[in-house]
């Protein structure tokens, strides 16, 4: 039981780590891939296995991320159509796949 505790705080720490890569609030960020349906555990662990340490880095699983967390910022907004910081989330979101939409492959 410990171990699955463990397990999803260290699965939060590192979307915190690729919401903290992008420039967005954290909180609103894992809600908003919440809302879209992404199991964090699931870009963790990509990220620790031998494929992803060969391939990927915390830039790239950010731009990754960036379209789930735009379309679930997308139905936060449809719930609270009055709230700015989604709309502010949603520009920082738009502005990182911007500057990020061809991120180098520093792997080779």
Do not use: H
Not at 7 to 33: P, Q
Not at 38 to 64: H, L, V
């Amino acid at each position: 039981m410990l171990g699955f505790f463990a397990g999803m705080f260290r699965g939060s720490k590192f979307m915190n780590s690729l919401a903290d890569e992008i420039g967005v609030d954290r909180r609103l960020y894992k809600t908003a891939l919440t809302q879209a349906g992404t199991n964090f555990a699931n870009y963790e662990a990509w990220y620790n296995s031998p494929e992803g340490k060969r391939r990927e880095t915390i830039g790239t699983m950010a731009t990754s991320s960036c379209n789930p967390a735009k379309v679930g910022a997308q139905m936060l907004k449809a719930k609270f159509p009055n709230e700015q910081s989604i709309d502010e989330f949603i520009r920082l979101i738009e502005r990182y796949e911007a500057q990020n939409a061809t991120y180098p492959d520093t792997t080779k």
